[in-house]
T-cell receptor, first 111, second 113 residues
Framework: AQRVTQPEKLLSVFKGAPVELKCNYS??????LFWYVQYSRQRLQLLLR??SRESIKGFTADLNKGETSFHLKKPFAQEEDSAMYYCALSHRNTGGFKTIFGAGTRLFVKA | DTEVTQTPKHLVMGMTNKKSLKCEQHMGHRAMYWYKQKAKKPPELMFV???????INESVPSRFSPECPNSSLLNLHLHALQPEDSALYLCASSPQISAGELFFGEGSRLTVL
């Protein structure tokens, strides 16, 4: 079965420190992977997707098919990065595409 | 308008009530979704509509009844709910039913007494 695993519920780092939010997935086909972010009192929104291979707000994520991972990284964390981060996998299913979410990691960046 | 709008923001209902949640988008998206999110849990997919037709039902109990009257509107009709159905109900849309970005609404927080 398809699954997205985020092993850390909470990650606390100091401002300026590197940050890595881990995501592992299980899917037998070719997945589409995403990172969504939810800032305090805001709606859930897309941060980045693996096919675009771009950096958003200094964050990058590389799909590693061998390790079935899609970890989110930022070299220097900022206080405004504090938020809830969800890794998500979109896959084809009978009826269409489904997007499933990992349990989420709350990132807290300390001053 | 580049947002998904959900109403009401909060809803309290008894187990014998009938109520509806409404979702609207004017981005021309042809796929719309209902997700359920319990506290401190990730969103869980309930239903997917593509071109106003139900394409995925994740074995949701029949006390939840979705409806897509047109390409901009998605409703979730609620009847005879249980207290454990209390949750944040999120609506989302995407340009097509494919592996792409989901645009979420702010959600409707439902409390069942």
């Amino acid at each position: 079965a398809q699954r997205v695993t985020q092993p850390e519920k909470l990650l606390s780092v100091f401002k300026g420190a590197p940050v890595e939010l881990k995501c592992n997935y299980s899917y037998s086909g070719s997945p589409e992977l995403f990172w969504y972010v939810q800032y305090s009192r805001q709606r859930l929104q897309l941060l980045l997707r693996h096919i675009s291979r771009e950096s958003i707000k200094g964050f990058t994520a590389d799909l590693n098919k061998g390790e079935t991972s899609f970890h989110l990284k930022k070299p220097f964390a900022q206080e405004e990065d504090s938020a809830m981060y969800y890794c998500a996998l979109s896959h084809r299913n009978t009826g269409g595409f489904k997007t499933i979410f990992g349990a989420g990691t709350r990132l807290f960046v300390k001053a | 308008d580049t947002e998904v709008t959900q109403t009401p923001k909060h809803l309290v209902m008894g187990m014998t009530n009938k109520k509806s949640l409404k979702c609207e988008q004017h981005m021309g998206h042809r796929a719309m979704y209902w997700y359920k999110q319990k506290a401190k849990k990730p969103p869980e997919l309930m239903f997917v509509y593509s071109y106003e037709k139900l394409s995925i039902n994740e074995s949701v109990p029949s006390r939840f009844s979705p409806e897509c009257p047109n390409s901009s509107l998605l409703n979730l009709h609620l009847h005879a709910l249980q207290p454990e159905d209390s949750a944040l109900y999120l609506c989302a849309s995407s340009p097509q039913i494919s592996a792409g970005e989901l645009f979420f609404g702010e959600g409707s927080r439902l409390t069942v007494l």
